[in-house]
């Protein structure tokens, strides 16, 4: 195979994965269409909610590891990152996307703002202590 079917499989591959998480995010038919093709089942009735009880624990607890390696994502650090690195990463991606870094370029600076604005809300939600 040549680096084009490479590259062509690679731009599939991240397209799905974005479509699963999007699907996940909202609800919507990705979602649903990729959960279902991993063996996830229906989903339940319309107003039917499930009951309190261990799997209701385990959702909770893979919803908070998701959000996690989310936001670790943000700052470009792997799921085990410790907070050491949390703050180092913060530190090094300030500098790099603060906005009067782009002042002659207002399009850059309007992006470098937007991508601050998601860093530090990234290390202040993994950086807050828990409860």
Do not use: C, Y
């Not at 038919?29 to 499930?50: D, K, N």
């Not at 590891?65 to 913060?90: F, T, Y």
């Not at 990234?122 to 950086?127: G, N, P």
């Amino acid at each position: 195979m040549g680096l084009t079917e490479w590259l062509i499989i690679l731009a599939i591959a991240a397209l799905l994965f974005r479509a699963r998480q999007v699907g996940r995010a909202t609800g919507g038919v990705a979602g649903e269409f990729l959960a279902g093709a991993r063996g996830a089942g229906p989903r339940p009735e319309a107003g039917r909610q499930p009951g309190p009880g261990p799997a209701a624990a385990v959702a909770a607890s893979d919803r908070a590891h998701a959000e996690r390696r989310r936001l670790l994502a943000v700052l470009e650090l792997p799921p085990d990152a410790s907070l050491e690195q949390i703050e180092r990463a913060w530190r090094d991606l300030v500098k790099v996307w603060h906005p009067d870094r782009f002042a002659r370029d207002t399009a850059l600076q309007a992006r470098a703002t937007a991508r601050l604005a998601e860093i530090n809300a990234a290390h202040e939600r993994l950086t807050q202590a828990p409860g």
